[in-house]
């Protein structure tokens, strides 16, 4: 019988390999940058729990700048630290706003998560509330809640009831809660929920273009293809407009990918401006920077259901709540649903959507026609002089 040989892989070139770690979902062996705020939010939780006592932290700051990564990193670390002995077991849930169909979907996920139930939102409140109401031995409850912004409504209940959890003696219970906003306990929040987030803050400010070149060459180690004066070119582009290393990290991956086509080996400043002026030049890029103000936020709206989803096509009226939401948040009063459908059918008319409008139908369907990423730099422009 003949043997199989085993496929031998093809070697990759620096280039290749600086393009798959430079990949946002390519996981760091390290988070640099963020040792500062890994360390206050480590020795809040670790003392929580050595303590068996309850409590809330607030994590806040815009997009990209390594809310998530940090605290997924800590709970690693407090998970060995269980292995070693050096803590008593805890149980580990978590809930992420941009997931679920409706706010008061997060009592059904924790309890889903705690005890492998499924029931009504109704009935998963009154498990939750009797069980951190009771003094039943059982060990601390540590409950990651991301996109907390997402959970805003006009009662503000599940926000309330989430941070009031941890308060109660008996309930062993330690809430993590992340969001984009800063302010947003005070732009947002009642001042009864207020007055529970203000207990302990952390703030992840944008990354500044140093701290965003670190970030590159931490993940490019041992792998030299950068010009020194490229790779500065787009940490200074992207600190001046939002700080986030995603972007960075997707314009580093562009100009590997230019300097492949030009049979390169180094990265130049040819390469990254041309990846730069390719992410404003795109025509759609420019029909969305001139769309109106509400056609903006409806296509930002489309983002969020589509990411919630995770289905391409989503439903008028989902993506209308998202709308609505983005609208109040951002202080503007919210078309009704007739001027919404006439934004949306423009939209289509643009190409930007894929709508087609039959009336007052609330469940029609909606398709994006451009990615996301145009959309976010579009409204995230890039100011090349």
Same mark, same amino acid.
């Given at each position: 019988?003949?043997?199989?040989?085993?496929?031998?892989?093809?070697?990759?070139?620096?280039?290749?390999?600086?393009?798959?770690? =430079? &990949?946002?979902?390519?996981?760091?062996?390290?988070?640099?940058?963020?040792?500062?705020?890994?360390?206050?939010?480590?020795?809040?939780?670790?003392?929580?729990?050595?303590?068996?006592?309850?409590?809330?932290?607030?994590? #806040?700051?815009?997009?990209?700048?390594?809310?998530?990564?940090?605290?997924?990193?800590?709970?690693?670390?407090?998970?060995? +630290?269980?292995?070693?002995?050096?803590?008593?077991?805890?149980?580990?849930?978590?809930?992420?706003?941009?997931?679920?169909?409706?706010?008061?979907?997060?009592?059904? !996920?924790?309890?889903?998560?705690?005890?492998?139930?499924?029931?009504?939102?109704?009935?998963?409140?009154?498990? =939750?509330?009797?069980?951190?109401?009771?003094?039943?031995?059982?060990?601390?409850?540590?409950?990651?809640?991301?996109?907390?912004?997402?959970?805003?409504?006009?009662?503000?209940?599940?926000?309330?009831?989430? =941070?009031?959890?941890?308060?109660?003696? #008996?309930?062993?219970?330690?809430?993590?809660?992340?969001?984009?906003?800063?302010?947003?306990?005070?732009?947002?929040?009642?001042?009864?929920?207020?007055?529970?987030?203000?207990?302990?803050?952390?703030?992840? !400010?944008?990354?500044? &273009?140093?701290?965003? !070149?670190?970030?590159?060459?931490?993940?490019?180690?041992?792998?030299?293809?950068?010009?020194?004066?490229?790779?500065?070119?787009?940490?200074?582009?992207?600190?001046?407009?939002?700080?986030?290393?995603?972007?960075?990290?997707?314009?580093?991956?562009?100009?590997?990918?230019?300097?492949?086509?030009?049979?390169?080996?180094?990265?130049?400043?040819?390469?990254?401006? $041309?990846?730069?002026? $390719?992410?404003?030049?795109?025509?759609?890029?420019?029909?969305?920077?001139?769309? #109106?103000?509400?056609? !903006?936020?409806?296509?930002?709206?489309?983002? +969020?259901?589509?990411?919630?989803?995770?289905?391409?096509?989503?439903?008028?009226?989902?993506?209308?709540?998202?709308?609505?939401?983005?609208? #109040?948040?951002?202080?503007?009063?919210?078309?009704?649903?007739?001027?919404? &459908?006439?934004?949306?059918?423009?939209?289509?008319?643009?190409?930007?959507?894929?709508?087609?409008?039959?009336?007052?139908?609330?469940?029609?369907?909606?398709?994006?026609?451009?990615?996301?990423?145009?959309? &976010?730099?579009?409204?995230?422009?890039?100011?090349?002089?």
């Amino acid at each position: 019988m003949k043997r199989r040989t085993k496929a031998v892989a093809k070697p990759v070139t620096p280039l290749q390999e600086a393009r798959m770690r =430079l &990949h946002i979902s390519t996981v760091p062996k390290s988070l640099p940058c963020r040792e500062e705020q890994f360390n206050d939010i480590y020795t809040f939780l670790e003392s929580k729990l050595m303590d068996n006592s309850g409590g809330c932290i607030y994590i #806040s700051g815009v997009p990209g700048t390594g809310k998530t990564a940090t605290v997924n990193e800590i709970i690693k670390c407090l998970k060995r +630290s269980v292995e070693k002995g050096k803590l008593s077991y805890f149980e580990f849930i978590e809930i992420n706003g941009m997931k679920l169909s409706d706010p008061r979907q997060a009592y059904v !996920q924790i309890l889903k998560q705690l005890s492998g139930k499924v029931l009504t939102w109704e009935q998963a409140y009154n498990v =939750l509330e009797k069980k951190f109401n009771s003094n039943a031995k059982r060990p601390m409850t540590l409950l990651l809640v991301d996109e907390l912004d997402l959970l805003c409504t006009k009662r503000q209940d599940v926000i309330y009831n989430l =941070l009031d959890w941890p308060t109660k003696i #008996s309930a062993r219970l330690i809430v993590i809660t992340i969001a984009n906003t800063m302010d947003l306990p005070e732009r947002v929040l009642m001042g009864r929920v207020t007055s529970r987030l203000g207990l302990t803050r952390v703030t992840f !400010q944008p990354y500044n &273009h140093k701290q965003l !070149q670190e970030i590159v060459l931490t993940r490019l180690k041992d792998i030299n293809i950068f010009k020194n004066e490229a790779l500065q070119l787009i940490a200074r582009k992207i600190s001046a407009v939002s700080g986030d290393a995603r972007r960075a990290l997707d314009i580093c991956r562009r100009a590997a990918e230019i300097t492949e086509i030009r049979n390169g080996t180094t990265i130049t400043i040819l390469d990254v401006n $041309e990846a730069l002026s $390719e992410m404003i030049t795109n025509p759609k890029v420019q029909a969305i920077r001139h769309c #109106s103000k509400f056609e !903006q936020v409806f296509l930002q709206a489309v983002c +969020s259901e589509v990411t919630r989803t995770g289905v391409e096509e989503v439903c008028f009226i989902n993506v209308y709540k998202q709308f609505e939401f983005l609208c #109040s948040f951002n202080g503007y009063e919210t078309p009704n649903i007739t001027q919404t &459908h006439d934004i949306c059918t423009r939209l289509d008319d643009y190409r930007l959507l894929i709508y087609e409008y039959s009336g007052s139908n609330i469940h029609q369907k909606i398709l994006l026609n451009v990615s996301k990423d145009d959309i &976010h730099y579009a409204l995230k422009s890039i100011d090349l002089n």
